[in-house]
């Protein structure tokens, strides 16, 4: 098979509004002649006149559209950082032998925490997009006993208020912590909450939970 080098790069663009979008991403874009990704976060390329292919969570239908336009230019755009959660290890496992760059981006993670002013060194990290919430269960005597501080990830199925219900069918109704959507966005909402509080929201699915922290 002829490998075709450096055609494939995979942009972090942020939580999708133009402030967190870095000049390293853009500058990738530009160099693009194929746009991939989310409607988001292509409409924050809508100036561009680039070929443009909305993605969605169908991942062989990705595949089989960048087998067809390799070795074209190509980006790949991913909320926040490509090394957190994103697609960047399911196209390496699927180009092997391609040499993927990558352009690294402002993670929601790195908003919640500078929401909350707070260092994110010694925090476990999980993700429960895609995920059942019985992902959870090694970690809730942990987190019972206040001796672990954990940054969940909600999304799909597994929203906030289910993991609010979770929680709090676990005994943890009463555990605080720290919620945040649509970080970064005019549509951002932050606050602090316990599990059974949480569980009667009614917040967007794609959310970072910091549970271990202390409340201002």
């Known amino acids: 098979m002829t490998v075709s080098k450096g055609w494939l790069t995979v942009i972090g663009v942020g939580p999708g509004s133009p402030e967190y979008l870095t000049p390293a991403a853009r500058r990738a874009a ?3 002649e194929i746009l991939v990704g989310g409607p988001r976060a292509l409409q924050l390329f809508a ?3 680039r070929e443009k292919q909305v993605i969605g969570g169908d991942l062989e239908k990705i595949y089989s559209f960048l087998l067809q336009v390799r070795p074209r230019p190509t980006a790949v ?3 926040g950082d490509p090394g957190f959660f994103s697609l960047l290890g399911w196209l390496k496992r699927k180009f092997p032998e391609e040499e993927i760059r990558v352009i690294p981006g402002i993670s929601s993670i790195q908003l919640a925490f500078a929401r909350l002013g707070q260092g994110w060194e010694g925090a476990t ?3 429960l997009h895609g995920r ?3 992902t959870l269960e090694p970690y809730l005597s ?5 001796s672990i501080k954990m940054v969940l990830l909600t999304g799909g199925t597994s929203t906030p208020s289910a993991l609010g219900r979770y929680l709090a069918d676990k005994g943890l109704a009463k555990l605080r912590l720290w919620i945040g959507t649509d970080l970064g966005t005019e549509q951002e909402q932050t606050a602090w909450l316990t ?3 949480l569980a009667a929201g009614d917040l967007p699915a794609a959310g970072v939970v910091i549970i271990g922290y202390d409340h201002p």
């Open 30 to 32: 530009l160099a693009a």
């Open 47 to 49: 100036d561009l006149p």
């Open 77 to 79: 755009l991913v909320s």
């Open 125 to 127: 990290f999980l993700s």
């Open 132 to 134: 059942p919430l019985a």
């Open 142 to 146: 942990h987190l019972a006993a206040g």
């Open 195 to 197: 599990a059974v509080e």
